[in-house]
């Protein structure tokens, strides 16, 4: 087990450092240098040719990775070209408010997810039919759009959720709930109908299995054998599904962080790639890659503790 | 939002069963042949590619029937909902929506088909070379592809398009690379799978080189799986285009977009709210006619029924029940009249078992007037050829027949209660108690994820209503019952951790734990290796003496029966053809069928006296909708005239209690006639059949 | 008969050259280092078949016996030892010597329902190794239809596809696909287990007429010492990787030496009741431990832990294949 933690744990530094090389790359092919980015159109060639040169831009990039690799392990993740703040300080402003958004969505699509899916499961008939039907049709339809439908319903029709914007926690926890509702709720239906295909399909798989029916033949209650031996069985590919969720949802704040306007990594990434801000484009993505892989590692872990063949290895 | 980069389930992934049992009409192109019949079973898949297709068609043909080009303006209605004008209205800047989606579509689908090329193509590459490679090339593509995974792809993607730019289709051709790994993870399993099928193994011997094997074995067994990614892809493709463009990261103005139109519209939600409705609803439809296709033919099609029904199927359980409960009890003359037994002793009279047939007529009839009796401290041998209905009798016993099959008449007294007309809820109180399971396959019989000790203690505490302390001990007592000596450290193991004889033995010792008077044992030893299978034998006779308890072994082994049974049914097709004392029936067999499984064994014969030839018996059992009315037996039997055309009644077999189905049993015993050892003509040995139709005993057990 | 072999010594019947010699063969699974020190799934087995003879490879899981035979195909590889097919060492062929070897060297598996491609008609998967060694589509086609009626199917079977047939239909498919490039040596893996009794004897029959019909060898590899006796001329019996004892069939199953061989035979039941019970009381008195023993720790005789004669030298030391008899036993004490 601990072998498996530590490979699992020099993976995850591994998949950081390519994903920062990838970022590294990717940004130094974006237009423009950052002289000319970061003083705007009109400034003279001697001017931004000053700056790339204060900014090691013509310096051999892998000399530049290093330099920037050794002070982003500080912490320090650069200047933003546009506006000139520190990079890891605008992130670490920025965070919190996304990690809200995913963590939110991620546990409200698995309450949701595991519900529908083991009820659909478990039931059978009708039911299983209709809640089939009914995430077949969550599956399809955009986030953004249904976002923007609930933005209509519960805000613009009936003021019950503001709109956008973000409420910090430190500053009232009840309007920042409020103010991440609609949000985490568009984000979480996409989710919720993700996890509730994959729990009905293992829920089935599960009570596939021989071992149900000798729980039956020693007259286990039927509530034990569906909720403690066979969603047990099932948890494990679910709780692989809930990982997944989470990095799709870490992404897919981007577009709820636009539509309710809150200030989070997603609206990072969105203007700074949007105005070529090269520092803050990597910024976004390593911190983005870290607290993904964080939380995947984390996850994988705990699928793996549900599975007695490795727990016991 | 913008869904998550792994491919959504299917609603039941394609399963190695799926590949190994095709559909049976097989035809020519790839997809036809394994799942073109599942498509168009499906209504919403039939719907799904009827959109698709008309999409296609007024996209490419848009610019000669659209009203009006994208760019035009209409400023006397701005924001307008539908007219006569304007089908679908118009937008802030008075554009038609209906010819904006539809210029928009022929790009967003063709682009996410790029997606669909990229992303499947590439997985499937890397599944088909890591599987035929195995070893370390496929653990390093493994590694990469989980690296893949655990990217946040959407920022990814958005870091790609501040590098090159909002070049649709290289983002969306990048996106498929980022998607392959969570479908070469699908394919993997499935292309593994299909690697150590035997006939790759056949092809490997035959020196076929390791791409032939991946290009005539590999591939069109993965073709279904690959088309159903296809699908999911370009759904989620679609999706993460359209969020793209939402973002302001579509097509460059004013090229038209779903998202960047969708945008436009969130931004009139306030004044025109309708704007939402026509571009959403397209892009519903079109992911959801990708999921629909992907879904129908992702269906696995025979699925294995849960051992646990659902509450939908349990209620029609019920019904069945309640019938057979309000049915008038039919004796024939070899069944004992109604009512009081012995304690302790089974009285199965006249049962049948048969599929539920969704509308009012009878299904498939599986079992038919099965009669058996098994006093006190006995073991009874129900013994058969697979599909003879044995397994479907002993499990109708316990009440656990699988979902779809169910008791359609007849009696199971035990205790002097009907067990066939009692309910789900009430039969909990007969399991484990009075009647016990114990199955083939002890490994998967034992739940993986709890321990022996938990599952054991559990099942004693809830069974005999004791305390923890003290179920512990009894589960101690048990194993060592059993034949455990470390029965302590058993305790603390997982299944996965013991040997098949030793989980077997647990199996028996979590069936004795309701101390129960009857134990159904289905072919317990024929997974177990030879030795082990004695072992067990003479546990479940010590144990049978010790406890008194009667035992019903279903076994296709007339070697156990020999050994362990004092008593023996033989089926064939359903009914039983012969039974009676054990020493009797072997030992002078009286009807053909019983007579012809002897000869057939190599087991009855000595190394000296070993036959050339061994007996067999023509053709094979037939399938349960083809069973005649006359002897089911007659078609494969070498006695058989004229009179096996008429249905052949259980006759008492003249020697003892015994009673044999064959209308020539006393002629063949007075003229001694041996079932020969000679091979019919090779016309009678094919009846083509499709095999596996419908719900056979091998399906459900 | 065969067809396109370019290096093959050529047909070798009569001659002292054995159809395959198997000798000292180790296979240890996984790679690196643990491949290295596992415990050998075959360990140090020898035997030799000889031409138009059929030897039995009997043993429980986990014995190797399965292994063996994929060793000898080429499907497994060899961590020691050599395998020759007619003094032609084939131990670790490449895939072109073993495209020579294929219409020679054949197999029959276990399982009908995985045995021959379901997407495939069975005219395609016949013709497939005839195909591979150049043979037209026409003539492949009529040498399909041929085989079919050898083993009791109708021409009319080769444009159907597997799900049509029985399991037993489909194992004569399968033996017709082996036999269809005229072989010498077939290996047979647990070709009759997955069968129920009636259509094993049609399989087992069919294997014995054909075997006389054309002089061929089989490696028949089964877990029951019955059906390896009807077949089998010589049988070698397994027990975790190592060979217990191996001689004529008659002598190892009437009359075996080794306690391990012995408590196989005797825990085979017969299906005469009276008999059984003789035997069962025979079986319980050879004093044989459960098999769900410990692992034995390398070294030694791998049955020592549920042996009844073993002593301290049988952990010590392995004992090595003497002559008892008719048949080579590998005890101290037999």
């Not at chain 1, 969720?245 to 870490?250: A, C, E, M, P, V």
Request: charged share 15%.
């Amino acid at each position: 087990m601990a072998l498996f933690i530590t490979k699992r744990l020099l993976m995850a530094l591994a998949t950081v450092l390519v994903v920062a090389v990838l970022a590294f790359l990717l940004v130094h092919a974006m237009p423009g240098s950052p002289g000319a980015v970061s003083l705007g159109a009109g400034a003279s060639q001697e001017a931004i040719d000053a700056v790339n040169q204060r900014m090691g831009w013509n310096d051999p990039l892998f000399a530049q990775f290093c330099t920037w690799l050794g002070s982003a392990i500080q912490g320090d993740l650069g200047i933003s070209l546009i506006d000139g703040r520190s990079v890891s300080a605008d992130l670490a402003s920025r965070l919190p408010v996304t990690a809200s958004l995913a963590a939110g969505a991620t546990i409200l699509s698995a309450v949701l997810g595991i519900g529908l899916g083991v009820t659909a499961a478990v039931r059978g008939g009708a039911l299983d039919q209709a809640i089939g039907g009914f995430v077949g049709l969550l599956v399809a339809l955009p986030a953004f759009w249904v976002g923007v439908l609930f933005v209509y319903l519960f805000a613009v029709q009936s003021s019950i959720f503001p709109a956008t914007g973000y409420v910090p926690f430190e500053v009232s926890p009840q309007d920042w709930a409020l103010s991440l509702a609609l949000p985490v709720i568009t984000l979480a239906v996409g989710g919720a109908a993700f996890i509730a295909r994959q729990t009905r399909a293992s829920m089935l798989e599960a009570l596939q299995q021989e071992h149900i029916r000798t729980l039956r033949a020693t007259a286990t209650p039927t509530w034990k054998i569906l909720y403690v031996h066979a969603l047990r069985y099932a948890s494990l590919p679910i709780v692989a599904g809930i990982a997944l969720q989470f990095i799709g949802l870490f992404g897919g704040s981007v577009i709820a962080e636009q539509l309710f306007a809150m200030p989070g990594l997603g609206q990072a990434v969105q203007t700074s790639v949007s105005t070529h801000d090269a520092p803050a484009v990597q910024g976004v993505v390593v911190i983005a890659t870290v607290v993904v892989v964080a939380v995947n590692l984390v996850l994988e872990l705990a699928t793996k503790f549900l599975d007695p063949k490795l727990r016991a290895s | 939002m913008i869904p998550s980069m792994a491919p959504a389930p299917a609603d039941q992934a394609e399963t190695t069963t799926a590949a190994a049992a095709p559909a049976r009409n097989a035809g020519r192109a790839a997809i036809t042949k394994l799942s073109g019949h599942r498509l168009f079973a499906s209504p919403g898949a039939v719907a799904g590619l009827v959109w698709l297709a008309a999409l296609v068609t007024a996209s490419v043909t848009a610019p000669l029937w659209l009203p009006f080009k994208t760019e035009d303006q209409d400023f006397t209605a701005v924001l307008s909902g539908p007219t006569a004008a304007h089908w679908l209205g118009t937008d802030e800047l008075g554009r038609d929506i209906l010819s904006r989606i539809f210029a928009a579509a022929a790009g967003t689908l063709g682009t996410s088909m790029l997606t669909v090329i990229v992303g499947v193509g590439l997985g499937t590459i890397l599944a088909m070379l890591a599987a035929g490679a195995g070893g370390r090339a496929e653990g390093v593509i493994s590694r990469v592809t989980e690296v893949m995974m655990s990217l946040p792809g959407t920022v990814i993607i958005l870091a790609v398009i501040g590098a090159v730019g909002t070049n649709i289709p290289v983002v969306m051709a990048i996106l498929g690379i980022l998607m392959s790994a969570g479908i070469y993870r699908v394919i993997l399993g499935q292309a593994k799978s299909l690697q150590s099928q035997l006939y790759v193994d056949a092809a490997k011997v035959d020196g076929a080189s390791p791409l032939r094997i991946s290009l005539r074995h590999v591939l069109p067994g993965l073709a279904n799986t690959i088309v159903v990614q296809a699908a999911l892809i370009f759904a989620v493709g679609m999706l993460i285009q359209a969020g793209l463009a939402f973002i302001g990261f579509g097509p460059p103005i004013p090229q038209p977009s779903w998202g960047g139109m969708i945008q436009g519209a969130s931004q009139h939600v306030y004044d025109a709210p309708w704007m939402m409705v026509p571009t959403g609803a397209v892009l519903a439809l079109t992911v959801l006619s990708a999921n629909a296709i992907g879904n129908a033919l992702g269906k696995a099609p025979n699925a294995a029924a849960p051992h646990l029904p659902s509450t939908a199927a349990r209620r029609q359980r019920a019904k069945a029940v309640a019938a057979i409960a309000a049915a008038p009890v039919h004796v024939t003359k070899d069944g004992a009249p109604d009512g009081e037994t012995a304690v302790g002793t089974l009285s199965v009279r006249n049962l049948s078992v048969g599929v539920d047939s969704p509308g009012a007529g009878n299904g498939v009839r599986l079992v038919t007037d099965v009669s058996l009796d098994v006093e006190q401290g006995t073991v009874l041998g129900l013994v058969g050829e697979s599909g003879c209905g044995k397994t479907m009798t002993a499990l109708s016993l316990l009440g656990l027949l699988p979902s779809g099959v169910s008791v359609t008449g007849g009696q199971i007294l035990w205790n002097g209660r009907n067990l066939a007309a009692t309910t789900d809820k009430d039969m909990e109180a007969v399991r484990g108690r009075e009647i016990a399971l114990i199955s083939q396959e002890p490994m998967r019989a034992l739940d993986p994820m709890f321990t022996v000790g938990y599952q054991l203690t559990a099942t004693i505490r809830r069974l005999r209503g004791m305390g923890k302390g003290e179920a512990r001990k009894e589960a101690l007592s048990l194993l060592e019952k059993v034949g455990i000596v470390d029965a302590a450290q058993i305790l603390k193991t997982y299944p996965h951790q013991i040997s098949g004889g030793m989980a077997q033995r647990v199996a028996i010792a979590l069936a004795l734990s309701g101390n129960p008077k009857l134990l159904v044992a289905d072919e317990p030893t024929t997974a177990l290796d030879v030795t082990v299978q004695a072992e067990i034998l003479s546990l479940l006779r010590a144990l049978v003496k010790d406890t008194g308890m009667s035992v019903v072994m279903v076994t296709h082994d007339l070697g156990v029966v020999a050994d362990i049974c004092d008593q023996v049914a033989v089926m064939y097709a359903g009914q039983v053809v012969e039974n009676g004392r054990t020493a009797a029936i072997l030992d002078s067999p009286r009807h053909p069928y019983t007579l012809a499984l002897l000869a057939a064994d190599p087991h009855a014969n000595h190394a000296d006296s070993m036959p050339e030839r061994l007996a067999t018996i023509s053709g094979q059992v037939p399938q349960p909708k083809d069973w005649p009315a006359g002897c089911r037996f007659a078609a494969r039997c070498q006695f058989a005239g004229s009179a096996c055309l008429e249905p052949v009644p259980l006759l008492p077999s003249g020697a003892g209690e015994g009673l044999v189905r064959c209308v020539k049993a006393d002629q063949l015993a007075v003229e001694g006639m041996d079932w020969l050892a000679t091979d019919v003509p090779a016309s009678r040995l094919l009846e083509i059949t499709p095999k596996q139709t419908l719900l056979t005993e091998k399906d459900m057990a | 008969m065969s067809t396109a072999v370019t290096q093959l010594p050529g047909p070798a019947p009569a001659t002292t050259v054995p159809m395959l010699e198997v000798k000292d063969l180790v296979v240890r699974y996984g790679r690196g280092r643990r491949a290295a020190t596992a415990p050998a799934a075959v360990d140090g087995v020898s035997f030799s078949i000889a031409p138009g003879e059929t030897v039995g490879l009997v043993g429980e899981s986990g014995s190797g016996k399965s292994t063996i035979g994929k060793a000898i195909l080429g499907l497994q590889k060899v961590s020691g030892g050599t395998i020759s097919y007619q003094g032609w060492e084939i131990t670790s062929a490449t895939a072109t010597q073993r495209r020579d070897l294929g219409a020679e060297l054949r197999a029959v598996f276990q399982d009908p329902n995985s045995s021959l491609n379901p997407r495939n008609t069975i005219g395609t998967s016949l013709a497939e190794p005839l195909r591979l060694r150049g043979i037209a589509a026409a003539e492949a086609r009529v040498k399909a239809e041929d085989m079919l009626e050898r083993v009791g199917l109708p021409r009319e079977a080769v444009d159907r596809y597997p799900s049509q047939f029985s399991g037993g239909q489909r194992q004569r498919i399968s033996v017709a696909r082996a036999l269809i490039c005229d072989p010498w040596l077939v290996v047979c893996d647990e070709a009759v287990s997955a069968l129920d009794l009636s259509t094993q004897a049609q399989v087992l029959n069919l294997l014995a007429d054909l075997r006389d019909e054309r002089g061929l060898s089989y490696l028949f590899i089964a877990h029951d010492i019955a059906v390896v006796q009807f077949l089998a001329q010589r049988v070698v019996v397994l027990y975790r990787g190592q060979v217990m004892e191996s001689g004529p069939a008659a002598a190892v199953t009437e009359n075996p030496q080794h306690p391990f061989t012995q408590a196989l035979v005797a825990a085979s039941p017969v299906p005469r009741p009276a008999e059984q019970a003789v035997r069962r009381e025979a079986r319980e008195s050879l004093g044989v431990r459960t098999g769900a023993a410990a692992v034995p720790a390398p070294g030694g005789c791998p049955f020592r832990l549920r042996c009844p004669l073993a002593t301290e030298l049988c952990a010590t030391e392995r004992p090595a294949l003497r002559r008892i008899g008719a048949a080579d036993v590998a005890c101290h004490y037999a």
